[in-house]
T-cell receptor, first 115, second 112 residues
Framework: GAGVSQSPRYKVAKRGQDVALRCDPI?????LFWYQQALGQGPEFLTY????????KSGLPSDRFFAERPEGSVSTLKIQRTQQEDSAVYLC?????????????FGDGTRLSIL | SQKIEQNSEALNIQEGKTATLTCNYT??????LQWYRQDPGRGPVFLLL?????KEKRKERLKVTFDTTLKQSLFHITASQPADSATYLC???????????FGQGTTLQVKP
């Protein structure tokens, strides 16, 4: 497809389990972002990649969160030893190049529920 | 700390009227501001960009203003339609990375 694709759309996990969320950005997009969105709130920045380089991970809430983009296209956000407060929608966005004010194209997110 | 405030209450208006949404910020000097639309269960969709040296931008029925002295942006939808019902997010950016700081969003309901 032409847009940003995220999988799975829904994920339910037990507290303490590890999860991996996938993002397929628009082909050729240089920049990739991960955001976390709690119910009724705006997205909160987690991390940013330019190609395969992770240039900003200041928003990752703890060292249980890890993101990678090894070949500069698909990205994975991994959460280890999940906690209930990790329940949220995780959004991925990509933009065409590294110019900072480019529009970001969002996927529809992965809704993560931790029981 | 940086803070962005959007209309805290949902906005209900009649079809055909102009909807005006506000975005106020403190402790921040953004280089640009973007507005997004988000429908339930979907990701945000980009609408408009306005840079710090621009006062106003228009696109079809949409108009955005940016006042860096007041630290405020206004987002207008003229001749509103029920299909405009959604949550609207303002997002501020600066620096080199494209990292956006979002407001909490305003839910707009346009009644026929």
């Amino acid at each position: 497809g032409a847009g940003v694709s995220q999988s799975p759309r829904y994920k339910v996990a037990k507290r303490g389990q590890d999860v991996a969320l996938r993002c397929d950005p628009i082909s050729g997009h240089v920049s990739l972002f991960w955001y976390q969105q709690a119910l009724g709130q705006g997205p909160e920045f987690l991390t940013y990649f330019q190609n395969e380089a992770q240039l900003d991970k200041s928003g990752l809430p703890s060292d249980r969160f890890f993101a990678e983009r090894p070949e500069g296209s698909v990205s994975t956000l991994k959460i280890q030893r999940t906690q209930q407060e990790d329940s949220a929608v995780y959004l991925c966005a990509s933009s065409l190049d590294s110019v900072s004010d480019q529009p970001q194209h969002f996927g529809d997110g992965t809704r993560l529920s931790i029981l | 700390s940086q803070k962005i405030e959007q209309n805290s209450e949902a906005l209900n208006i009649q079809e055909g009227k102009t909807a005006t949404l506000t975005c106020n910020y403190t402790n921040y000097s953004p280089a640009y501001l973007q507005w997004y639309r988000q429908d339930p269960g979907r990701g945000p969709v980009f609408l408009l960009l306005i840079r710090e040296n621009e006062k106003e931008k228009r696109k079809e029925r949409l108009k955005v203003t940016f006042d860096t002295t007041l630290k405020q942006s206004l987002f207008h939808i003229t001749a509103s339609q029920p299909a405009d019902s959604a949550t609207y997010l303002c997002a501020l950016g600066s620096g080199n990375t494209g990292k956006l700081i979002f407001g909490q969003g305003t839910t707009l309901q346009v009644k026929p």
